[in-house]
């Protein structure tokens, strides 16, 4: 993000990866039948994880509430199919650790039937307040990835009065369609939802941005937006990463979120397509957010497309619907860049999938690294304006405090310094890896200050047991003597023995 | 002959003197790294290093009688930032660090003597007389107090479990080192 | 004023103290692992090379010269250094502990460096007055401090370079010396001193 970006159209930063979005793109949706059996995670967002109200061998609706938000930043999370609760365990979390994590298991019962809605008439008329304490109750999540509740970064939006919205149909990963297909699909859901969540935020205008390697999802809208004039479809080049938020709202607006700000500090907010139609189903129809459309791509895939399917099924039996050529070489949950590297495909998929990707063989191929020849392709690709090489170089030391003073901690992790390397350094895996790290000796530090709060507490309380001890021993001794003062006069003989 | 020995004699006393009245002015009252180094220390008081304290470990510290390396509970982390501090280098690799831990109770031995709450630094360790206890993982510090003084060897130490949250990202493999 | 500005650019460049001479190379070695210890070093090294000098000249001019005592020169001037070192010692641990642990024992080891007393004789065998003898002194103590900069520098971006295994630590530090050496060759001839 040079000082020449101000005066070229096409920003400096970014890559051009080839998008591999078509044919997948272009296949009508289809609709994954409810499978027999789903795992709903109690994580599926940013923040604490949601405690179950349901118990083993109790029937459920669609669309009931299983487990309910705990903490300020949480999400409820609502059984995606008809059925029975079979088990609360635990079963393999979308993370490249392959850790287990807990999640309510749904016997369906093939019905699919909902629990009644109850859907507000009109949003408009109603409080904002209303609009966000709906989407917090349906569960909606940013569906772009991040998982952030969506109703906290209303309530954030409405404090800070944003005045603009941001509708993210950049979807720059490769691979990837299926905000293209909300787009394509459900035109009239997203501008709905958008204009739901600028009556919630209070914002005055909306700023839809799709790449232009979707005219067809740009004509769409186009046409459903063309009754409200506040909302404005904005096409935008094909670069990636597009689609992370500080640089969408730097091409959409012009505004540079500093590093040490949120985005809704500089009156804008942002939020992805999906999002916005998850809004507008939370608030219309009443639906909670249980199922999604989700992108099966790569090169093992025999159908590759999308699917509207219910949250909570495993990837397993989606890759049974479209079809394997061959076994997976590698799983991947979102997009090539910036996706999570599964171990197996007995993983559920969560509010956050936006794609599934099984790649084979030649695809999957990753070149071993070679040393740093200090081209500088990495520098001019970072969104950020970082310098990947010196910090993975500091890295790659152990010198992780070096790496942080060359703002390490404002890496987007999108991969473009991977991606344009021409010795295939992993260098986002460097940056995890210190990033992680940091975040380790930080938790250590507070552990540290909390050990030394309890370790004086623990002083306090022996010192105040010990002052309590003599000072009952000294009562005791007083009682004692006034007793035996007593003693002389016989008649309080009975109280000296209740007092002894 | 005497012109020499007088000569050097009389600069040795007046620098002599020089640097006397400089120590007196320049005096440092107390080593002022200790309490830095003190606050670095977990602060348990758990006596692993060998000191009695905390205090009295970052007071071996400054005097570079003990090395960075002392504290257990404290682990690789607390090392690195006390080799920073004292401008030491140390070779972290040999450390033995296995890792943050924590103690656990063998709840089937637990026979409830409540000895193990007694010399708990941060009272982590909750139970009653003749009822099983337990450890509170958030508040332990992994200092093995406990251990040594459970009768019936129901305490032990286990490493932190790897959850989620705590997971990190791997350095990558290099070939070029 | 033309000669001393050449006599201080050859003092502290062309006949550099470590580069030129080859004095005071344990320190050059031993504390330029990290820029700021090696700007501390140089520091304190500027100091004591300069007032130790000062003090040398004095000695020298109205002591030794004058009652013929010149066989007393060494002892003396080490009895001069000593004390400024000690002195300079107090001082920075009075100043910034930090510095004091990290220059560790090199900090009294200024006491022989071969640096201070080396520019010590150079001055006293120039035949110098008190002025000319405290700029040269003073100059050649700035060179000092910046070889160490500039090295310090230069291991630092080492530490991050792919070194093969058997060069790692000090033999590359060793030929990363024997370059920046020559290129203070390339000083020669625009002064002399």
Redesign the interface.
Known sequence: MGFLDRFLKTPSWGVHPEDHKRPAADVALRIFPTPERIFMPLNQHVGGMARPIVMVGQKVLKGQLIAEAQGNISAPIHASASGTISAIGEVTAPHPSGLPFKAITIDSDGADRWIDTDPLVDPFSAAPEEITKRTAAAGVVGLGGATFPAAPKFALGKRLKVKTLIVNGGECEPYLSSDDRVMRDFPEMVIDGARLVMHAIGATEALVGIEDNKPEAIAAMRKAAAAFPEVKIRPLPALYPMGSDRQLIKVLTGIEVPSDARAAETGVLVHNVSTCAAVHKAIRLGQPLVERIITINGGAIANPGNLFAPLGTMIGDLFAFVGLKEAPSRLILGGPMMGTPLLHDRIPIVKGASGILAFNAVEAHVPDAGPCIRCGSCTKACPMGLLPLEMAARIKVGDLEGAEAYALQDCISCGCCAYVCPSHIPLVQYFSHAKGELTAAERTKLRTDATKRLAEAKAARIERENREKAEAAARRKAEREAAKAAAATPATTEKQGVSA | ML??VG??AA??LA?GS??GV??RY???EE???EAELQAML????CGQCGYVGCAQAAAALAKGEAPVTLCP???K??AEALAA????KVDLSKVSDSG?QIAEVTEEICIGCCRCMKV?????IIGAAKQIHNVIR??C?GCSSCVDVCPTEALGMMPIP???Q???????A???? | MKEFALMMIGAALVNNVILARFLGLCSFMGVTTRVDTAAGMGLATTFVITVSSMADWAVQTYLLDAYGLGFLRTVTFILIIASAVQFTEMTIKKVSPTLFQMLGIYLPLITTNCAVLGVALLLVEGRMGFLSATMFAFASSVGYSLVMIIFAGLRERLVLADVPRLFAGPPIAFIVAGMLAMAFMGFSGIATS
Do not use: F, R, Y
């Not at chain 2, 977990?42 to 008081?45: D, E, T």
């Not at chain 2, 705590?166 to 990558?172: C, G, L, N």
């Not at chain 2, 290099?174 to 080192?177: F, G, L, P, V, Y």
């Open positions: 012109m020499s000569s050097l600069m040795g620098l020089v640097l400089a120590s320049l005096a440092v080593n002022p790294i977990p602060g348990s008081q509970p404290g682990g982390a607390t501090k004292l401008g030491v943050p708990c630094p941060t009272d982590a958030e508040a510090t790897v959850t989620l705590h997971w990190t990202w791997p350095k990558p290099s070939a070029h080192n």
